[in-house]
């Protein structure tokens, strides 16, 4: 039936169905975003509006917000942060390898690593078992105290080895969470072709694997790069702790505000990439 013929029966052209559908969604898009902009103002500006108006707020602007402490301090709290920052991205290397080592232990079958299988098993039960916190005291004051010629005592690199063995035994199980959420099909069709057990691992399972567990992966490393500062307390001086330093001269928590703000930096946009991820499909 022509255009003509249609409107002569009483029906509208399809065409100008589909521009007044599509008027009703630009409509509704503009209808909610003003209903979220309103929101969002309301919200936020009753929060700051209830803090700018109390009546502490004078001393908890001078204590936690002073320009002239933040100019101060923020320089040498940068420069703490850098070795916060360095730690974080040679304890990630390592972490991401030994706990693939790991979960690939734990997911052999073989009865000759049974012995191997177990030490990856207490290793996991262990090391994410026990608070980060007191791994670090543990490996940065026991190491030292033993005495042994080879070991080392330089505060950060205890303070690395901390906390490769802590996230190792978590990283471990995302990984074997991944490599074991791959169909089993996928194995027995590589293998029919040929392939044999470590290629599939390699070629076929593996990529897989981490490319589901990309999101989890992160939001641990989202947590590793704010846990660096825990070595602050066997003697490192890194963001957090020349804050400290600062805010004990001072009797002032600009400068915490500061290290927290270099932290946000960091761990905000790697937060932001999760949810990309998340929200792109990756985890399927």
């Known amino acids: 039936m022509s255009e003509a013929a249609a409107m002569t029966s009483g029906e509208r052209p399809q065409g100008e169905r589909r521009a007044e559908r ?42 936690f917000f002073s320009w002239s402490e933040f100019k101060n301090a923020f320089p040498e709290v940068l420069s703490g ?46 090391f994410r078992g026990v608070p ?11 190491i030292p105290a033993l005495e042994l010629e080879g070991l080392p005592t330089d505060p950060v690199v205890l303070g690395a080895i901390a906390l490769t063995l802590s996230y190792s035994g978590y990283v471990s199980e995302v990984y074997r969470a991944g490599i074991n959420s791959v169909h089993r099909g996928q194995r027995d069709a590589a293998l029919s072709v040929g392939l044999t057990g470590a290629q599939t691992m390699r ?10 567990v990309g999101p989890p ?5 989202v947590a590793l790069q704010k846990d660096v500062a825990l070595i602050s307390i066997i003697g490192p001086q890194e963001a957090f702790r020349v804050a400290q330093i600062y805010q004990g001269e001072n009797f002032n928590y600009t400068p915490i505000i500061a290290a927290a703000l270099l932290y946000l930096v960091i761990t905000v946009p790697l937060a932001r990439l999760v949810d990309r991820m998340g929200g792109e499909g990756y985890v399927r």
Do not use: C
């Not at 975003?33 to 700051?48: E, K, P």
């Not at 980060?132 to 026991?142: A, D, H, K, M, N």
């Not at 070629?203 to 589901?212: E, G």
């Open 22 to 63: 599509e008027a009703a969604k630009r409509a509704k898009a503009r209808r909610n975003t003003l209903i979220a902009a309103v929101s969002s103002v309301v919200v936020i500006g009753g929060l700051a509006a209830l803090v700018l108006t109390s009546p502490g707020w004078p001393t908890v602007k001078e204590t």
């Open 217 to 221: 992966l992160l939001n641990d490393f």
């Open 81 to 126: 942060f850098w070795l916060d920052v360095k730690v974080f991205m040679v304890v990630e290397v390592v972490v991401l390898v030994i706990a693939l080592a790991i979960a690939l232990i734990r997911i052999n079958r073989s009865p000759g690593l049974l012995p191997v299988r177990l030490l990856a098993t207490v290793w996991v039960d262990l």
């Open 203 to 212: 070629h076929v399972v593996l990529p897989q694997a981490i490319r589901r």
């Open 132 to 142: 980060t916190v007191l791994l670090v005291y543990l490996i940065g004051f026991g």
